[in-house]
Every structure is written in structure tokens, then in C-alpha cells.
């Protein structure tokens, strides 16, 4: 049989799957099938042994299934990511690269704009992250190439598992507390941004400063963030100020309700922290990406009182910067200070 490549675009009514992430499945949960010519071609049936099906697959090799079968496959990967992340046969950095696909084909449907947040969306989502939360606590070698591959591939994993992943480690190693409120931490940053489903893509992408009612439109998200969850859980979970918070700064400058200092919750300061660092790191189409290190000179002098000293001080020695940054090199002038304007970089 030859060699079949990844897919990166599918026909309608299908959506792509690397075989790479189906290794820790048993049993398909669907139909899988290849791309051979004008139209899919069945390759496995349901209920067969997935992990012949993908023993005998070519490497780098991707299969279809059917959108209106996704949610089975979906539910699948979620419930073999904790395998997936204990298996040991495989390398931190392979372990954490086949994570990130995971994470990412099961969290797509909930920032689909077009797609309600619904509940079982929801609890499998926060089943995902648990996974990841938990097994990074646990796991030193996993920490480390969990934030080695999204340095790596920033293009292909999203801004929520990048701020989720970030938040993680800040609270990890800050002894923040006990693995629930560092799972709150996780939740938290991973979900922060969902109230931007409620955004127009015109005011979101616009390549230009946003004018007075634009920016009034995208400060709403946090609220719009918050009442989504509220709505497809039917209570308010121990995360939920999270989302709405995570815009507020430490002096007062934030939104939407300007509290200041321990008015703000310190797992949303720690989420402040990430969401903005990832957010200056990676590109937009609005503004190009800066480095790691631009990005922290930004924060301590640009933004200087924005965020809680010791939380950033703490995620600046976690990266690996902090003699570059620390004593008389953070005071002075951010080489790049056009970035600075609006930062909606960190909106």
C-alpha cells in the first residue's frame, strides 16, 4: 500500500485525525477512513482493534472520519490522554507532543463560534485539562517538554493550552496550593478567552487600533466568558472568576470592574501573568510576535505594576531570564515601544 500523507485539509463532511493520536484507543469508536482519489475510502470499521489499525499505519500518515461521528472519536481521545501522558514506553517530548494533539482535536469544538458551549462540551474539556494538570504535578521531565514543545510549535497549539500549560507551571513551582486550586489555575487559563466566541471576527482580526465601541465590544468578552460557563454547567464553577478577571490589573488600570491589587483573586493574577506573555509571544493579525525576552521586558517596564511583583519576578526565573532582567537591565527602555499602545496583544 503506498505511503498515504497527512492530511491537512479535508473533503466536507469529514475532519482529519493524525494516526499518531489514536495509539493509547483499544476499540474505534467510528469509522475511520483514507483520502484515495475523489472520495474517501472506508479503511476500519467501528468496534475494531484500533491499535492494529494503527500498528500498520505509515508514520506521519492521518486518517478521516465523519463530522457527525467526531463527538465518539472526540470523547475516545479525551479518556486516553491520561494514558497517553503516564506512557513511559514513549519520550517526555513524544508523550507531550501526541498531548498537544490530543488537547487540541478535543478542545476545537468549544471555541467554534458558530457551535453553543453545551455541558458534556464542557465537562470533557475540563476532563482534558484535569489530565494535563495533574499528570505535570507528578511528572518534572513532563513539565518542562510540555513548555518545550509549544515554544516550538506556538503556530499549531492554541492560546488556550499555551496560557493553561504556563499557568500550570507558575503555580507548580511557586507552591500556589493543592493540586485543585492549581487544576483551578489550568481550567481557568485554558477557558479565560471563551467569551471571545462572542466577538465579530471583524473586531477581533482587525489589523488596526479598535476605536471606542470596538474596544467597549471586546472588553465584554470576560463578562460573556463567564456567563457561558455558568450557563452550560447550570452553576458558577470554582474557576468561573477566573474568566472574568483575567483582564483586571494590579493598579487599578483593568477590566471590567478596575479592582486593584488583592482585590483581584491571585489564581487570576497568575492567569493575567500567562495570558499576556503568551499572547505578546505569539502572532496576531494585528502585530507580529516578540521574543520571550521582549515579551518580559515589556511587562516589567512597559506594564510595570499591571501584574503582581512576585508572581512575575517567579515566572521570569522560571523561563530562565531572570539574570538577564533582573537589577539595573529591566529599567531600561523597551526596544519595540509601538507594541505598547493599545496591547491589545494581551486582549
Not at 503506498?2 to 482529519?16: D, K, L, M, S
Not at 493550552?161 to 483551578?184: H, K, M
Not at 489589523?207 to 471586546?218: H, K, N, R
Request: with cysteine; glycine share 8%.
Amino acid at each position: 500500500m503506498p505511503v498515504q500523507p497527512a492530511i491537512t485539509a479535508a473533503p466536507p463532511g469529514f475532519e482529519p485525525v493524525p494516526a499518531r493520536v489514536l495509539t493509547d484507543i483499544e476499540t474505534l469508536p467510528c469509522d475511520l477512513y483514507i483520502w484515495r482519489g475523489p472520495r474517501p475510502i472506508l479503511y476500519a470499521m467501528r468496534g475494531g482493534d484500533l491499535r492494529r489499525v494503527v500498528a500498520r499505519a505509515q508514520r506521519g500518515m492521518s486518517f478521516l472520519v465523519r463530522e457527525i461521528d467526531a463527538d465518539l472519536l472526540h470523547g475516545a481521545l479525551a479518556a486516553s490522554l491520561p494514558r497517553v501522558l503516564a506512557n513511559q514506553r514513549m519520550s517526555p517530548i513524544e508523550r507531550s507532543k501526541t498531548a498537544y494533539s490530543i488537547a487540541a482535536k478535543v478542545l476545537a469544538p468549544v471555541f467554534m463560534r458558530d457551535r453553543p458551549l453545551d455541558h458534556d462540551g464542557l465537562m470533557m474539556t475540563q476532563n482534558a485539562v484535569d489530565a494535563i494538570t495533574f499528570r505535570m504535578l507528578e511528572d518534572e521531565d513532563l513539565v518542562w517538554a510540555m513548555v518545550a514543545t509549544m515554544q516550538k510549535h506556538m503556530a499549531t497549539h492554541t492560546h488556550a493550552i499555551n496560557s493553561a500549560v504556563y499557568g500550570i507551571v507558575l503555580a507548580r513551582f511557586t507552591r500556589f496550593g493543592g493540586p485543585q486550586e492549581i487544576r483551578d489555575v489550568a481550567r481557568g487559563g485554558l477557558l479565560h478567552d471563551i467569551g471571545k466566541n462572542r466577538v465579530p471576527k471583524v473586531i477581533l482580526d482587525k489589523p488596526g487600533p479598535l476605536d471606542a465601541v470596538e474596544w467597549q465590544v471586546m472588553r465584554g468578552h470576560a463578562k460573556a466568558g463567564h456567563d457561558m460557563i455558568v450557563r452550560a454547567l447550570g452553576y458558577a464553577p470554582s474557576y468561573a472568576h477566573i474568566i472574568s478577571e483575567h483582564h483586571e490589573r494590579c493598579d487599578g488600570s483593568g477590566y471590567p470592574t478596575s479592582r486593584a491589587g488583592s482585590q483581584i483573586a491571585l489564581d487570576s493574577q497568575v492567569v493575567a501573568i500567562v495570558d499576556a506573555f503568551d499572547a505578546l509571544t505569539s502572532r496576531r493579525p494585528y502585530k507580529t510576535a516578540v521574543t520571550a525576552f521582549e515579551a518580559l521586558r515589556l511587562m516589567r517596564v512597559a506594564m510595570r505594576g499591571q501584574f503582581n511583583d512576585e508572581l512575575m519576578r517567579e515566572f521570569i526565573k522560571l523561563l530562565g531570564g531572570w539574570n538577564a532582567l533582573s537589577g539595573g537591565n529591566v529599567s531600561g527602555e523597551v526596544s519595540n515601544p509601538d507594541l505598547v499602545g493599545s496591547l491589545r496583544v494581551a486582549g
